[in-house]
C-alpha cells in the first residue's frame, strides 16, 4: 500500500512514543485521536522543561523567575493565538478546552438575554454545545431551536434559513460532527447570523487538530477549541472572540487574574483576556499547548488536512467492502473530516472495541457525547475510528482486520 501523502509519517511516528507502546505481542493502533490526540516529545518536553527549569506564577512576581514563566506563558498564547488566525493577541482567552469556552458563552452572552429570546443549534451538536444553552434557557427563559440533519449527515441548510429570525441572538454550530465527520458551511451559517443580527458561535474542537483554521475567513464571532485534540496537553484549550463583543461581555468567573479592583461592594475587571481567566491559569497546560501549535505549524496544517482526507478516503473505502456495516456521514472525503463511525448489523459497538482491543487496535465505542444525533440515525451507539497525522493505511487495515475477527465471533 503505498501512501501518496507528501507527510513523512514515519519521522512523524518517531515523534510520538506512545506509538511504540504494544499490547497483546502487537503494536498499539491509535484511532481514538477524535477523543484525545497523543502528544509528540515536543510538547511533552516543553511541559518538562518549563517545570523544571522556569516554574513559578504568572503576572504576580517581580524576581526573574515569575518573569520568565510569564514570558513564556504569554508567549504561548500568541502562538495559540495565531495559530488560529486571531488578529489579536487578547481575543484569546484560555479556558480548560472547548466545554469551558461554549460554557463561558452561554453563561456570559446569556447574561444580556431576555425571555423569548432565541438560540439557534443543530441536532448534531456535542452535549458540550447543547447543555450550556438548556441551562441558559433554564436561566433566562430563553428559546432553543435545532437545525436538522439530513440522511446523509449534512445540515439541512434551508431550515437554518427558516428557523433564525430577528429574535435570534446567537447561532451555534460544530465546525466538524465528532460523530458524522461533517465539515459544516460555517461561512455561509454566520452570514445567516449575521443578516439576523445574530452572533454566531464555532466549535471547533474537531476542526482545529485536522485542518487550518482561520477565524477571519470563517467570518464568526467566536470560535472554541481543546488543546488536547491537536497533540497539546489536556485541561487547556481556547477561546476566541472579536474583541468588541468580548469588551461588552460579563466575566464568566471571578477571582485572581480578572480583577483590576476589588472593593467590599464591588469590583472593577481587568482588560482583555485576563477579564475572563479567573485565578491561577494551567501554566505548563499553555506551555504545551504553544509546543503543540508550533509543531503543527511546523508539519503544516495543509498536509495534515491532505493525510487526513487520503486517509477517510481509505477507510470510506474499506469500509463500505464490509457486509452488514452501515457508515454514518457524508460520502464526499472532502466534506467529512477526522472520524469514521459506523454501525455492524451482527455486534455491539462495545463488543466490538472490546474484540479491537484483543487486536491493539483502539477505538471508540458509545455515543461521542452527542446523543441527539445518535437518535436521529436511529442508533443506539457507533464504533468511531478518528484519524490523524501519525495514522496509516495499514492501521486502518488493522482496524479492518478486526472487524473480520469480530465477523467471525459474532454473526452466525
Ligand atoms: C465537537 C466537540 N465539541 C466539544 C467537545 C468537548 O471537548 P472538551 O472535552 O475538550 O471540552 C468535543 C470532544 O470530544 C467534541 O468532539
Redesign the pocket.
Known amino acids: 500500500m503505498a501512501a501518496t501523502t507528501m507527510l513523512k509519517v514515519d519521522a512523524i511516528r518517531a515523534d510520538f512514543p506512545t506509538l511504540r507502546r504494544e499490547f497483546h505481542g502487537k503494536p498499539v493502533v491509535y484511532l481514538d485521536s477524535?477523543?484525545s490526540s497523543l502528544k509528540p516529545l515536543q510538547v511533552i518536553r516543553a511541559e518538562a522543561d518549563f517545570y523544571e527549569n522556569h516554574y513559578a506564577n504568572v503576572h504576580r512576581g517581580i524576581y526573574q523567575l515569575s518573569e520568565e514563566a510569564t514570558d513564556l506563558f504569554e508567549a504561548a498564547r500568541e502562538k495559540v493565538a495565531k495559530f488560529v488566525g486571531a488578529r489579536e493577541t487578547r481575543e484569546l482567552i484560555l479556558t480548560?478546552?472547548?466545554?469551558?469556552s461554549?460554557n463561558l458563552l452561554a453563561y456570559s452572552l446569556g447574561e444580556a438575554l431576555s425571555p423569548g429570546d432565541e438560540v439557534v443549534g443543530t441536532v448534531m451538536?456535542?452535549h458540550?454545545?447543547q447543555v450550556p444553552w438548556q441551562m441558559l434557557k433554564r436561566r433566562r427563559r430563553t428559546v432553543l431551536k435545532h437545525v436538522g440533519v439530513d440522511d446523509e449527515g449534512y445540515l439541512k441548510m434551508d431550515e437554518l434559513d427558516k428557523l433564525v429570525t430577528d429574535r435570534t441572538k446567537v447561532v451555534t454550530v460544530?465546525h466538524?460532527?465528532?460523530v458524522l465527520g461533517t465539515v459544516n458551511p460555517i461561512k455561509e451559517i454566520a452570514k445567516v447570523a449575521h443578516d439576523h443580527g445574530a452572533l454566531c458561535i464555532v466549535?471547533g474542537?474537531?476542526s482545529t487538530p485536522h485542518m487550518a483554521v482561520d477565524v477571519k475567513a470563517l467570518g464568526c464571532d467566536f470560535f472554541a477549541f481543546?488543546g488536547?485534540?491537536m497533540c497539546g496537553p489536556s485541561g487547556i484549550?481556547g477561546l476566541w472572540g472579536r474583541a468588541e463583543i468580548l469588551e461588552r461581555m460579563e466575566p464568566f468567573l471571578g477571582g485572581g487574574d480578572m480583577i483590576r479592583e476589588v472593593h467590599l461592594q464591588e469590583s472593577k475587571w481587568n482588560e482583555l483576556p485576563y477579564k475572563f481567566e479567573a485565578g491561577t491559569p494551567n501554566i505548563a497546560g499553555t506551555i504545551g499547548l504553544g509546543a503543540a501549535a508550533d509543531y503543527l505549524s511546523a508539519v503544516g496544517m495543509d498536509w495534515v488536512a491532505r493525510h487526513d482526507e487520503e486517509l477517510i478516503a481509505y477507510g470510506m473505502k474499506r469500509l463500505r467492502e464490509q457486509p452488514g456495516l452501515r457508515l454514518l456521514g457524508p460520502q464526499d472525503p472532502k466534506r467529512h473530516a477526522g472520524v469514521l463511525s459506523f454501525w455492524l448489523d451482527f455486534a455491539h459497538p462495545h463488543d466490538i472495541a472490546q474484540v479491537m482491543d484483543t487486536e491493539a487496535v483502539c477505538v471508540r465505542a458509545g455515543h461521542?457525547?452527542a446523543m441527539p444525533v445518535n437518535e436521529r440515525f436511529g442508533v443506539p451507539a457507533t464504533t468511531r475510528a478518528s484519524v490523524y497525522l501519525y495514522n496509516t493505511q495499514a492501521d486502518l487495515e488493522a482496524m479492518v482486520g478486526a472487524i473480520e475477527k469480530v465477523r467471525r465471533l459474532f454473526s452466525r
Open positions: 477524535g477523543a480548560r478546552g472547548t466545554t469551558e461554549l451538536e456535542h458540550s454545545n460544530t466538524v460532527s465528532n466549535d474542537a474537531q481543546s488536547h485534540k484549550g461521542h457525547c
